[in-house]
């Protein structure tokens, strides 16, 4: 069956630092890889997609890498702070548009 | 910033009532979708709604579950005979349909089912 694993459910950093959270499947070929952030009580918020045929992807202090080969994906926040702090979530689709998620790792920046 | 909006925030029912749970997508967007995530658990899909009619569901939609677009702008999921296992946090999310995956989230409806 189908299996998304995100590497940690907790990370603490300190501020200033550069986190990288890891998201590894198995038994899935997904067309498309994202990234959400989720806070208590709140939905998720989209973040950066990438797709199957693209390496790496950024946007402003975030930086997404995807291995289709090792079947992973790497995101970063680079010069993180408190701010940054929540749930983050990987997510995949295939062809089917539905996402499933991983459980999320829960990022503490401390000041 | 156009976003995804639910009511209610909080619904709280007892077991065996109907809830409908609404939601307004952005209003470009033409893919529908309901997920649902129980407390400390992960984010899990229930259905997806194109040109009004499922275009894909999961095993956890089963016959208790309905959506419905009754108009330009609603989005409705409805629960028809609550259990206990229903209470979680509801969201809803919306996408283009022009080949972009990425779907935008609404704030969610906490339902607590006693």
């Known amino acids: 069956s189908q299996k998304i694993e995100q590497n940690s459910e907790a990370l603490n950093i300190q501020e200033g630092k550069t986190a990288t959270l890891t998201c590894n499947y198995t038994?899935?070929?997904?067309?498309?890889l994202q990234w959400y952030r989720q806070d208590p009580g709140r939905g998720p918020v989209f973040l950066l997609l990438?797709?199957?045929?693209?390496k790496e992807k950024r946007k402003e202090r975030l930086k997404v890498t995807f291995d289709t080969t090792l079947k992973q994906s790497l995101f970063h926040i680079t010069a993180s702070q408190p701010a940054d702090s929540a749930t983050y979530l990987c997510?995949?689709?295939?062809?089917?548009?539905?996402?499933?998620f991983g459980s999320g790792t829960q990022l503490t920046v401390l000041p | 910033e156009p976003e995804v909006t639910q009511t209610p925030s909080h619904q709280v029912t007892q077991m065996g009532q109907e809830v409908i749970l609404h939601c307004v997508p952005i209003?470009?967007?033409?893919?529908f979708y309901w997920y649902r995530q129980i407390l400390g658990q992960k984010v899990e899909f229930l259905v997806s709604?194109?040109?009004?009619?499922?275009?894909?569901k999961s095993e956890i939609f089963d016959d208790q579950f309905s959506v419905e677009r009754p108009d330009g702008s609603n989005f409705t999921l409805k629960i028809r005979s609550t259990k206990l296992e229903d209470s979680a946090m509801y969201f809803c999310?919306?996408?283009?349909?022009?080949?972009?995956?990425?779907?935008?989230f609404g704030p969610g409806t906490r339902l607590l089912v006693l």
């Open positions: 209003s470009n967007h033409l893919y």
């Open positions: 038994n899935y070929s997904p067309a498309y």
């Open positions: 709604f194109y040109n009004n009619e499922i275009s894909e």
């Open positions: 999310a919306s996408s283009e349909f022009r080949g972009e995956e990425t779907q935008y």
């Open positions: 997510a995949l689709s295939g062809s089917a548009r539905q996402l499933t």
């Open positions: 990438i797709r199957e045929n693209e």
